[in-house]
Nanobody
Framework: VQLVESGGGLVQPGGSLRLSCAAS????????MCWYRQAPGKERELVAF????????YYADSVKGRFTISRDNAKNTVYLQMNNLKPEDTAVYYC????????WGQGTQVTVSS
């Protein structure tokens, strides 16, 4: 299993970023794919998930209306479009399968600062 996150960076408040998660080594369509984030000194938290088979989504209250999760089944890739970013969105962002606590990738750093 390999999960490779990319697309992070430094952005000003109100800006946007699009994260990508390229997945391999498992049957992508069988899973619920999640984006998590971990800020310094805090526990990892669930940001959003998408049911790959039917596209249903869930968002944490803190990102609802600002973030959009999507997937490309042909590319085994999950995306997180992040708009109207706030300083409190600063964290390392990871993707993984729902309720599977292994095979974590390196994550991608998102820093929101002026």
């Amino acid at each position: 299993v390999q999960l490779v996150e990319s697309g992070g960076g430094l952005v000003q408040p109100g800006g946007s970023l699009r994260l990508s998660c390229a997945a391999s080594g498992f049957t992508f369509s069988n899973y619920v794919m999640c984006w998590y984030r971990q800020a310094p000194g805090k526990e990892r938290e669930l940001v959003a998930f998408i049911i790959i088979r039917n596209g249903s989504t869930y968002y944490a209250d803190s990102v609802k209306g600002r973030f959009t999760i999507s997937r490309d089944n042909a590319k085994n890739t999950v995306y997180l479009q992040m708009n109207n970013l706030k300083p409190e969105d600063t964290a390392v962002y990871y993707c993984n399968r729902w309720k599977i606590n292994r095979d974590w990738g390196q994550g991608t750093q998102v820093t929101v600062s002026s």
